[in-house]
């Protein structure tokens, strides 16, 4: 088996979908999977943070990413996380299990694999494991922040592209330099970083990174891949920079009651979804209302202004 590079690009960061009742609502992730697609999104990373991933029992962490993958039916790669656990051999099972589930590759959180007490030797200890337990499943990795954010050294991404079996990492560090150190130390491996963060995207790209995978990209896809195709076409020209510097300040706004405050914007979009979510939020104040009513605004402006369709 040949592990495959993935494409660069856009790569939301996907919403679980809910019923009224709590119930995990497969109708739902098909609408909102479909309308990742239609506006233009390169993959989709499907039972990360985002989705409520750890207030999912281990059978909807199956069922939620069985449904994004049947209904993307190969239009684009999925990817979805499959570790959980301190113990390798867990993780070794419950990765078959996410990995038989169709998605192209299987997502390791750096800080469940090791605590902060431990260095990197037992990280990579532990990568060594999953690596010999798992055969040839592509694997990526996510410095996802909860329940810490443990940050990837470019020499330990050095060595894990060198194995040849991860193809994903989505980087949460926020630091320019820090990014293009990491990037120079993939150099034309398979092992391709994905930038979660909006305000250093066109610096990642710059640097070599294989894309973007902003929580953004759930409120409004659309933006996003404009900036893309238009960095992609053109590089870092001033059209692009001001559609990036405007996106960069209407992200501020986004973090607030995340993730329950994306399901409330594409609601108001027209998608037909429930805002219920298992994270905990507090209820919208009223200067909480206004910025959301500004953002909306703000994202109306930009399609006005660069002649983006909205797909909802």
Not at 39 to 52: I, K, Q, T
Request: charged share 20%.
């Amino acid at each position: 088996m040949t592990v495959d590079k993935l494409p660069k690009g856009l790569w939301p960061v996907m919403l679980s979908a809910f019923t009224k009742d709590n119930e995990v609502d497969t109708n739902a992730i098909n609408i909102l999977t479909q309308m990742y697609i239609d506006a233009g999104s390169n993959g989709l990373f499907a039972n990360c943070l985002s989705s409520e991933m750890y207030q999912l029992t281990v059978g909807e962490r199956l069922l939620v990413t069985k449904t994004v993958v049947r209904q993307a039916s190969g239009k684009v790669p999925v990817v979805a996380t499959g570790s959980f656990s301190a113990d390798a051999g867990e993780n070794i099972e419950f990765i078959k299990k996410i990995y038989d589930c169709g998605v192209d590759a299987v997502i390791l959180i750096s800080s469940i694999l090791a605590d902060p007490t431990q260095d990197d030797g037992h990280l990579k200890k532990q990568l060594e494991l999953i690596l010999e337990g798992t055969g040839n499943i592509p694997l990526g990795v996510y410095e996802c922040p909860v329940p810490y954010k443990r940050l990837l050294s470019p020499a330990m991404m050095e060595w894990m592209a060198s194995t040849g079996r991860f193809v994903y990492h989505k980087d949460t560090c926020c630091n320019s330099p820090s990014i293009d150190k990491k990037v120079k130390a993939l150099g034309d491996s398979i092992f391709g970083l994905y930038n979660a963060d909006t305000a250093t995207s066109l610096d990642s790209l710059d640097s070599g990174a294989m894309g973007i995978s902003p929580i953004s990209a759930n409120f409004y896809p659309e933006p996003y891949r404009h900036l893309l195709d238009l960095y992609y076409a053109e590089g870092r020209t001033q059209s692009v920079e001001k559609l990036h510097a405007i996106l960069t300040m209407m992200d501020r706004v986004t973090h607030m009651f995340y993730p329950y405050a994306a399901k409330v914007f594409l609601k108001r979009r027209g998608l037909a979804i429930e805002t219920t979510t298992r994270i905990p939020y507090e209820a919208f104040g009223n200067v909480d209302q206004i910025r959301m009513d500004a953002l909306y605004t703000s994202f109306e402006m930009v399609c006005d202004m660069y002649g983006i369709k909205s797909v909802i």
